[in-house]
């Protein structure tokens, strides 16, 4: 567990799942999710791939107010040793208080406890915010693709980063 000013960060349980989707549906906008993730209708928060002990969750109390996915980046042995942060948010009246920091520090402690050597992540090039978050955790940009989506009928550009461990 790491804690920061009020916040505890820990394991997701399956408990969390119906806060965590909701978290999800209103913690994104289109600067900084894609907008089909946000409408569809899941039963869970969780997956095959990203099961509880995938999840860190930032709770202040009961109240969970940010939460970040770690998975495997590749589903086979050759890319063994490299992680994902695949959704990264703080609830929108908890920010600018450290919470996502306090996340990306369990993120990195996690990835260490895993064994990593990298963890990877994708950031809208419109981004900025997140991008100063990450930069500050010591990310680096290794991809910069160019109209790599299209979001609300505008080319959106899209960087690739990552933590070397
Ligand atoms: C990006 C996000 C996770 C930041 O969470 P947060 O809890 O507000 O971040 P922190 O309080 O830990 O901020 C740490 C640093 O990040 C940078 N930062 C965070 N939000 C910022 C903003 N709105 N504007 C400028 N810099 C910002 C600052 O350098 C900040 O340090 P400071 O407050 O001392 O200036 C949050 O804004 C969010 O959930 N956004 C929507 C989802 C999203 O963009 N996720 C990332 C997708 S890849």
Known sequence: MTEAAKVTVRQAVEEDSAALIE?????????????SFRTAVRESFFTERCQPEHVLVAVDGDEIIGFARLTDKYPFVE??????????????????????????????????????????????????EAQRLYAKHGYVVEARQTAEFTIDGEL???????LFL
């Open 79 to 128: 890319g063994a040793g490299v992680l994902m942060v695949g959704g990264l948010a703080v609830a929108p009246t908890a920010r600018r208080r450290g919470v996502g920091s306090a996340l990306l520090e369990a993120v990195e402690a996690e990835g260490r406890r895993r064994g990593a050597r990298k963890i990877s992540l994708n950031v809208f090039g419109v981004n900025t």
């Open 156 to 162: 959106m550009n899209d960087l690739g980063l990552a």
């Open 23 to 35: 978290l999800e549906r209103t913690a994104f906008d289109s600067r900084s999710g894609f907008p």
